[in-house]
Every structure is written in C-alpha cells, then in structure tokens.
C-alpha cells in the first residue's frame, strides 16, 4: 500500500498514456486483491470523492446495474448487446477479463478508440493524484482510517471516464464482488438486475445465502425497479423485504413466464419464453403473442434463463424498443470462455465456471453434447469448493489433469489433487497432476489429439484465458 501511495505521489512526472496499454499497465499497480483486502477496502467514501473531482462520469448515461453469484457477466453483455441493437451508444463494464483489460472497459460492440483510453487514463491519474493530496487521510495507509485506491475502483471510474469521453448514451455496469460496498455503487439505475446468489467470497459477504443476498441487494435503490432471477427462498425474502422498505417494483422471473421447448446444441441454444398474463409486466408485448421464440449463440440451458432476465431488464428500461430489435441482440450476443469452443477437431471447450452450481450446469451440458468418458483440464483458486466440484466431475470423465489456473490467482493444486484423488474410489478415471500451466495445457491437448476425444477446460477464468491464448497462437 505504501509503494502506491509513493506511486501516486509521484506520477505526475510520468509521460503521458499513448493508449490503453498505458493505461492498464499503470492500474495494475494498484491491484492488492491477492495481498488481501482490508476491510477498509469496502467503503464507497473513496468512490463518492473520485466521482465528485471527477464532476461524476457515473451519471453522463443511464445504467442498468446488474449483480448476483452466476450469470451476471452474461446478462450484462445481453443487455449491452440489444441495446446497441436498438441503436444506444452502449458502454459495458463486466469482470474477469479472458484474454486482456479492455474486455473490461468497452463498448458494447468493440473497444473503445485508443484516443479515449488514453483521455480518460490521464484524467483517471490526475484524478488520483489530486484526491491523495487534498485527502490524504482517507487515501493514506499510514492513516487510521486511511487506504490507498484500490485496483477496482480505479478500473471503475476508469470505465465511467471512458464512457463520458465516448459519449455513451447508456452504460450496463456488472459488480464486482457484493453490492453494498461495491465500488460501482455509486449509480443511480434505471433498473437493477439481481442473478441467482450462491455461497461466495464468504470471508467479505458472509457465509450464509441470506447474509450474501443482504450484500447483494445493496444496489436496489429507492423506486427503481428490481429483476430478480429464481432466488432460493432465504435470498428471495431478503431481496423482497428490501425493495419493499425502499419502494421498489420487483419483476421477479418465475412469476412473469416460464422456459419452454429448451434445444442446446453446438451450434447455440433455441427456446421459448411462455409470458404469464401479469399485469403491467415489462414482458407483455402488443406486437407478439403470448409465446416468443428466442435463438441465442451461447450455449447452454442456463443461457435460457439469462436471457429470460436480461431481456426483462432491457424492457422495464427501454419499454418503447421493438421486440424484434431485442431478438437479434440476444441472437448476436458473444462471449469469451462461456462454454467456448476453441478448437474442432478434437473440440476443446472452454468455460469459466468455479462454483459447484456453475461447474455442474456446464458438465451437464458437455455431457449431453459430447458424452462421457472425455478429457477434463481443471485448475482452480484457493478459495473455491474443489472437493465439491471433484464430487460433480469425477463420474463423467475418464482422463482428468489438475493444474494450477496461471499464475494471476493463488492456487492450491495439491490440495486440488488430494480432493480429486479421494472422490475418485469406485470409478474409473485416471488423475494426472501437473501443476505447470502451459505443460499441463499441452499434455491435456496431446491427449485429446491422440485419444480423439473432447477436452473440457474448467474451474477458473483464468485458466480458460490461458487455454485460449495457447490455441490462439497455435
């Protein structure tokens, strides 16, 4: 924290950003998530004085804001996308990244030009600056209640910057971690998007689904509405109480309409959304029946259920957008590392799932299109539910290497190796530990080559990046 501190003091010696290399480059001196957060790090007092020197960037647009355990990367992309559609100018905040920063920080079509990233990078800077010197009590580790910028909420304002200079018409914000103290809740949204809430980061959110939901419907915000996916019953309550005490609508899925007809196959995913007769609900369209038919490029059932979601947001915001503008932004929609394939021949998928319930809706997937008994590359970090997702993948492959998810996250892979191991009693299935990344990457591969069988890569972001930038480049 110190060296950054010493860092900003100092950067206005630095030449000026050429673009958004730059840029990032100079970010990722702040990042101290893998130091470990203080609790001083979740505040949002730092967020409301950078937005204020800044002449708040956060409200150059409206904003759909969007939060929740799963899913909520590929809900924001799907309102982004139809929204671009629809014609808006459209920036798009989500997280992790696959294969570089300004996945991040973008349109919702393309990046933004490097003349933006480079504007909005010196503004981000002296920015900074300016708020350590005229705050140093609040931005200063050697003060009590001080802490310097966090990598996160500089990538956020970072992205309010790039939209203002852009002159984004809208903006879809994804969280990062939480709700409440969430460095993007400094907006005021139009409507707010909650997806399915599971047990994570429980050292920050708590270790209970009600505790975490509590987190998480911190972005709700007085009479704006709220679209909530199906909720387990202690997060629904909590999600409900909420918005009552704070007078907002809720448009809660399962009680507008129902999934029907799902087809997942390699190509994409066809269904039907049957509307339920809901009064003044933002699914009732004049220009169609009661019964739409949606086709989507990203594959899997889930996918259903988000664009379910993220189209019920879309039209709470922007009721006057046609229906068959929406149809051909969800059809349009892509995204890197949500069950991606990267390779024919053998096929090589790639999906970021690291939960229990997100690993199991992926490997129900992989097996209905690709079968049993294939290849699985696993890696994840230290701080996910191995032993729970060896229990899911163990009985469906028959070649599973362990290895470390690159070397951004601290991982564990003996410990991963140990879970695996001990699951494995009673099925057949060989065990490979390899704790190299790229070694284990090319091992998995040569086996699927030799054994013309698929391989699945899962259990990190991080791990997908590394698997798509090997076959980028081969």
């Known amino acids: 924290a110190s060296q950054n501190i010493d860092c900003l ?3 206005t010696t ?5 673009g ?5 480059d100079w970010l990722s001196g702040f990042i101290n998530f893998e130091r470990g957060l203080s609790a001083k790090a979740f505040r949002l007092d730092r967020m409301h004085i950078l937005a204020d020197l800044a002449g708040h960037p956060e409200r150059c647009a409206p904003v759909i804001h969007v939060a ?24 798009r905040y989500v997280s992790p990244h696959v294969t570089e920063y300004r996945e991040r920080v973008s349109r919702s079509e393309c990046f933004f030009d490097e003349s933006v990233y480079a504007a909005a990078g010196e503004e981000l800077r002296n920015l900074v600056t300016k708020a350590v010197q005229e705050y140093p009590d609040l931005f200063s580790p050697e003060s009590p209640e001080g802490e310097a910028p966090t990598f996160f909420e500089l990538l956020t304002l970072y992205f309010f910057l790039c939209c203002r200079q852009d002159r984004c018409e809208v903006m879809v914000v994804e969280t990062g971690m939480g709700g409440r103290l969430d460095a993007t809740n400094i907006v005021d949204p139009l409507v707010s998007v909650i997806s399915p809430i599971e047990l994570e980061h429980t050292q920050y959110l708590g270790n209970t689904i009600a505790a975490i939901a509590g987190e998480k419907a911190g972005i709700i915000k007085p009479g704006r509405p709220v679209v909530l996916s199906e909720q387990r019953p202690e997060a629904l309550d909590v999600f409900r109480k909420t918005a009552a005490e704070r007078g907002s609508p809720v448009w809660y899925i399962p009680d507008l309409a129902e999934v029907s007809d799902l087809r997942v196959s390699r190509n994409g995913t066809r269904f039907f959304i049957n509307i339920k007769d809901v009064p003044q609900s933002p699914l009732q369209f004049d220009e169609c029946s009661k019964t739409l038919g949606i086709e989507l490029s990203l594959i899997g059932a889930i996918q259903a259920q988000n664009a379910t979601q993220a189209l019920t947001a879309v039209r709470a915001a922007f009721p006057a957008i046609p229906v068959e503008t929406l149809l051909r932004g969800l059809k349009a929609t892509q995204l890197p590392a949500r069950f991606e394939g990267v390779h024919e021949s053998p096929a090589v998928i790639i999906d970021g799932a690291h939960t229990p319930r997100s690993v199991n809706l992926c490997t129900e997937t992989f097996v209905n299109l690709f079968g049993k008994d294939n290849i699985l590359l696993f890696g994840c970090a230290a701080d996910k539910d191995s032993a729970a997702m060896a229990h899911i993948l163990i009985p469906h492959f028959a070649h599973i290497i362990i290895t470390k998810p690159g070397s951004f996250k601290q991982s564990e892979p003996e410990r991963i190796i140990k879970d695996f191991t001990e699951t494995k009693e009673g099925f057949t299935v060989d065990i490979e530990g390899i704790p190299d990344t ?10 699927a080559q030799t054994l013309q069988k698929p391989l699945l890569v899962t259990g990190s972001f991080y791990l997908a990046a590394e698997v798509r930038s090997f076959f980028a480049s081969y």
Not at 438 to 447: D, G, Q, T, V
Request: aromatic residues 8%.
């Open 20 to 24: 958004s290399q730059d840029v990032f």
């Open 438 to 447: 790229k070694k284990a990457i090319e091992r998995a591969y040569c086996l």
């Open 68 to 91: 929740g355990s799963k899913g909520k990367g590929s809900i924001t992309t799907m309102i982004a996308a139809m929204l671009h559609e629809a014609g808006y100018r459209t920036g």
């Open 9 to 11: 003091l100092q950067m």
């Open 14 to 18: 630095m030449k000026s950003f050429s």
